[in-house]
């Protein structure tokens, strides 16, 4: 049974994990106070080509969205979102917890444009209701798109403009900064943004996720609130340490590009086979919408996600790999996938006789 479920089935990486062991028997600091973290600040200082920043370690995604979007907004204040945004569907309601509403628009594509923001501050004009503070996108996007440059700094233009925040979640964007789709660098996300983060446990960590934050104003007192929301490890080296491993001989890079690499392979196996999409993606996250029959036969060998459902006979699925998803795994699921349909095919014509 192989598992296309996610891209955190595995654990990390050797070198991380090698990396890791050899720091092991050594004393650090605690709290992100050590040499390391140090260290893997400065390594993502040079790559995002700024040194005005403040860069913080957390464990994982929705601590590091609850954390961020929690400690820019005032309690009467709301973060905007697409309908899909992970912070709306996938993370049970922990923004909402901290007592700031997520303000949602359809998207058809997963994400968010100047247009759908202003929607919702037409809608929200005095203080009877909560007022929109922050706009939520993540790169790539819960069904796999990802932002141009050009539509990057359409909405940072616009947010500067409304005088809201921008908070860019990087869980997969390694995925996005790989894609052969992609025209943004790092460095343009951090001109561009208020805030954002690289996703480590999506691409090669144990676990990890670096935020960084551009804004003044929400510089002041963060490790306050990292404290506070119970986010501040102990051993907090364990963070540095990865994120050092991540930012040194590009391998950061170098695990997203592989994951994505084998997701156009089974892209590829799909579209022979005449199937369409949920999605136009590029990136490590593929959504081939498939007959109910044939969902039901690779689930025998395969793990995989519904998406959604498309009509009485039809289903879209998620399909995701890794830094580690091998290559053999890729070339024998497109050799089952064939084989499965010519058996479907053959089962059905025998059944019309």
């Known amino acids: 049974m192989y598992c296309f479920n996610n891209d955190y089935s595995e654990g990390a990486h050797p070198q991380i994990m090698k990396a890791l062991i050899e720091a092991s028997l050594d004393q650090h600091d605690g709290y992100s106070m050590d040499t390391h973290t140090e260290h893997a600040k400065e390594l993502i ?9 403040d860069i913080h370690f957390l464990v994982g995604g929705t601590q590091t969205n609850m954390l961020a979007i929690s400690a820019a907004l005032r309690p ?29 628009r359809p998207s058809a594509d997963g994400k968010l444009t100047p247009a759908m923001i202003q929607e919702i501050l037409d809608e929200h004009t005095d203080e009877h209701m909560v007022q929109p503070k922050m706009a939520y996108i993540s790169n790539t996007t819960e069904i796999g798109t990802q932002y141009t440059l050009t539509e990057l700094e359409a909405l940072s233009r616009f947010c500067r403009q409304k005088g809201l925040y ?14 052969p789709e992609n025209d943004l660098s790092m460095a343009d996300i951090a001109r561009l943004t208020d805030l954002f983060y690289i996703g480590g446990t999506k691409n090669g960590a144990l676990f990890g996720e670096a935020l960084v934050i551009a804004h003044p104003d929400l510089k002041p007192d963060f490790r306050y609130m990292i404290k ?9 080296f364990l963070l540095g340490i ?8 590009n391998l950061f890079y170098d695990m997203a590009s592989h994951a994505n690499e084998m997701a156009m392979e089974l ?20 959504f081939p919408i498939l007959p109910d029959s044939l969902i039901a036969r690779l689930r025998q060998s395969y793990q995989f996600q ?10 879209a699925v998620r399909f995701v790999t890794s830094w580690a998803t091998k ?21 059905r014509a025998e059944a019309r006789k």
């Not at 921008?166 to 894609?179: H, Y």
């Not at 506070?228 to 907090?236: I, R, T």
């Open 267 to 286: 892209k590829k196996a799909f579209s022979r086979c005449g199937f369409p999409f949920f999605s136009g993606s590029a990136t490590n996250q593929q």
């Open 166 to 179: 921008l908070f860019l979640d990087g869980a997969r964007l390694g995925a996005a900064l790989t894609s």
């Open 45 to 53: 200082k040079k790559e995002i080509k700024r040194e005005d920043v």
């Open 228 to 236: 506070q929301k119970g986010a501040m490890l102990a051993k907090g």
């Open 242 to 249: 990865q994120f050092e491993e991540l930012f040194q001989n």
């Open 76 to 104: 009467h204040q709301a973060v905007i979102a697409a309908e899909t945004g992970h912070i709306n569907v996938h993370e049970t309601g922990a923004v909402e917890s901290t007592g700031h509403k997520v303000l949602t």
């Open 306 to 315: 519904n998406q959604k459902k498309i009509d009485e006979t039809h289903t």
């Open 327 to 347: 290559e053999e795994a890729v070339r024998q699921f497109t050799q089952d996938l064939e084989t499965m349909i010519k058996e479907l095919a053959a089962e």
